[in-house]
């Protein structure tokens, strides 16, 4: 997990390199992700949440992935339902892909007690 970690430090930097260069771009961006996350319509926000665990286990990638857990525990999902959405992943994208979820959330999860 030792790369992982650097990469995921790689990525906060090239982010960091972004919202300095482009941070007007940025701004829209995350505004955009908000209105979508808030008023897109009905779904409530452990279900919101949830939903982007199971994406960002789908799609692998690791620092959504990371943030979305996250958030998911401060908007008032469980544990066991944010491991729940990640096993939903298997029959849809692939066991494989369920597996390296699991390994992330329960290293993310682990910090989190």
């Not at 390199?17 to 701004?27: L, M, N, R, S, V």
């Not at 926000?45 to 690791?62: D, F, G, P, Y």
């Not at 944010?82 to 979820?101: N, Y």
């Amino acid at each position: 997990m030792d790369q992982e970690i650097n990469n995921y430090k790689v990525i906060e930097k090239n982010l960091d390199y972004f919202i300095e260069k482009h941070g007007e771009i940025y701004d829209a961006y995350e505004n955009f992700g908000k209105l979508v996350h808030e008023k897109g319509g009905p779904l409530d926000e452990k279900t919101r949440w949830l939903i982007k665990v199971a994406l960002s286990t789908e799609c692998q990638n690791e620092f959504s992935l990371r943030t979305h857990i996250l958030k998911a525990l401060k908007g008032g999902c469980t544990r066991d339902e944010i491991e729940h959405s990640i096993l939903l992943v298997a029959p849809t994208a692939g066991f494989p892909k369920t597996m390296r979820g699991l390994l992330i959330a329960r290293e993310v999860l682990k910090g989190e007690k």
